[in-house]
């Protein structure tokens, strides 16, 4: 069966310090990998993915995650964080197309990361 | 462009009731999918539509929950006889392609009293 662990549930951080948020999967077939983004009051937002390619992915505001196989893991970290990155943070699993599974996304159980000034 | 709509954005209904909520997806995307966002159970799967066929309706909760898409566009999920469990966030999300980025609409809270 697929699933999804999020390590930490909240994670508080100064401004301007460095963070990573944990993620785990497990299945038995190959995945695609996500972390959305959901600010205070605001929906759902992809924030990255991992399809193939470049294990190393990044988003456009300086978040990056990088996919390891090898340790079933999928960690968003960021060398310095905002406040405005004050959010919850999801990782998600999908088999996509390929099982004919329709691309159902598995969500972990969300991370709460909040900037302190 | 206009992303995934859902209406309303707040339901409170009494236990026992009936309630629709109603999802309109990005124009063009073919797949529909229905999750649920609960304190207790986190985000969970509930239902995907590829067009207005749904091959994988397996997060459905009980027999009291049904949903429909009506020409390859709108998406209304029903919850019969509702109860106080069924209380949480109702997300609605569409893709381009099954499988491909889910774009999701800011949800319907639900609250039964």
């Known amino acids: 069966a697929q699933s999804v662990t999020q390590l930490d549930s909240q994670v508080p951080v100064f401004e301007e310090a460095p963070v990573e948020l944990r993620c785990n999967y497990s299945?038995?077939?190959?995945?695609?990998l996500f972390w959305y983004v959901q600010y205070p009051n605001q929906g759902l937002q992809l924030l990255l993915k991992?399809?193939?390619?470049?294990?190393l992915v990044e988003s456009i505001n300086g978040f990056e995650a990088e996919f390891n196989k090898s340790q079933t893991s999928f960690h968003l970290r960021k060398p310095s964080v905002h406040i405005s990155d004050t959010a919850e943070y999801f990782c998600?699993?999908?088999?996509?197309?390929?099982?004919?599974?329709?691309?159902?996304?598995?969500f972990g159980q969300g991370t709460e990361l909040s900037v302190k000034p | 462009g206009a992303g995934v709509s859902q209406s309303p954005s707040n339901k409170v209904t009494e236990k026992g009731k009936d309630v629709e909520l109603r999802c309109d997806p990005i124009s063009g995307h073919t797949a529909l999918y229905w999750y649920r966002q609960s304190l207790g159970q986190g985000l969970e799967f509930l239902i995907y539509?590829?067009?207005?066929?749904?091959?994988?309706k397996s997060g459905l909760p009980s027999d009291r929950f049904s949903a429909e898409r009506t020409g390859g566009s709108v998406s209304t999920l029903t919850i019969q006889r509702t109860q106080q469990e069924d209380s949480a966030v109702y997300l609605c999300?569409?893709?381009?392609?099954?499988?491909?980025?889910?774009?999701f609409g800011p949800g319907t809270r639900l609250t039964v009293l």
């Open positions: 998600d699993s999908s088999v996509g197309m390929i099982y004919n599974q329709g691309g159902k996304l598995i």
């Open positions: 299945s038995s077939v190959s995945v695609y």
């Open positions: 999300a569409s893709s381009l392609h099954q499988g491909l980025e889910q774009f």
């Open positions: 991992y399809l193939s390619g470049s294990t």
């Open positions: 539509f590829q067009g207005n066929s749904a091959p994988d």
